[in-house]
Every structure is written in C-alpha cells, then in structure tokens.
C-alpha cells in the first residue's frame, strides 16, 4: 500500500506564494504518474498539475499554466507543487495523487489509486 503525505499548506494573501510537498512511501520513480489536485467546497475535484515520469511530460490546468511548477526529488520521494502569485480563487484542499500504471493525458482523477490527505491553502484578497 502506497502512502501519500502532503504538507505546506496554509493561509496567505493574495500574490503571496507556497509550496506544497508530497512524501511517498515507496519509490516515485516506480510511478506512472504523480500529479496534484484541488478541491473547493461545491465544487468537482479538479487536476493542477502533473508529471508523467516515464516520457518526462507534465501537465497544467490552463487556470494555473505560468504560477504553479510541479517537480519531483526522487532521491527524497518527494514530489512538489511550487505556487508563486496566489489568488483568492486558488483556495482548496489540495492532494497529491499517484498511479502506478498507466494513465491517459491529461489525468483524471478516476484514474488514480492512491491519494494523500490532502493539505489546505487559503488565499485572501
């Protein structure tokens, strides 16, 4: 069983930046894919950011594409999510997900089978 812990969650203000940390039980490199989403009350759990580990490829949600950076430290099974010019609309619980086969771009989040608990990040204006 795979294990997922985020952390870096927290409140900022509006343009304000974090970053995000995913620690893996197991090796990342073992993946197919790792990937981040978030969730806002009342609204459908949604894909931010994600990296196919395999062919290299990474994936944005275009509500996001040039202020969050996904990266991984695979030496540490770390995978990151680097957030820089908040806003109030970025405000979710944020998990980390994982899959260790293969799964079609751009990732869905039926398609991944194990999931952090997810770490809260608030943006006020």
């Known amino acids: 069983q795979v294990q997922l812990v985020e952390s870096g969650g927290g409140s900022v203000q509006a343009g304000g930046s974090l970053r995000l940390s995913c620690t893996a039980s197991t090796y990342t490199r073992g993946m197919h894919c790792m990937s981040w989403f978030r969730q806002a009350p009342g609204k459908e759990r949604e894909a931010v950011a994600a990296?196919?580990?395999?062919?290299?490829?990474?994936y944005y949600a275009d509500s996001v594409k040039g202020r969050f950076t996904i990266s991984r430290d695979d030496a540490k099974n770390t995978l990151y999510l680097d957030m820089s010019n908040l806003k109030p609309e970025d405000t979710a619980l944020y998990y980390c997900?994982?899959?260790?086969?293969?799964?079609?771009?751009?990732?869905?989040?039926?398609?991944?089978?194990?999931w952090g608990q997810g770490t809260q990040v608030n943006v006020s204006s």
């Open positions: 997900a994982a899959a260790r086969r293969w799964i079609a771009y751009p990732p869905e989040a039926s398609d991944f089978g194990y």
């Open positions: 990296t196919y580990i395999l062919n290299g490829r990474t």
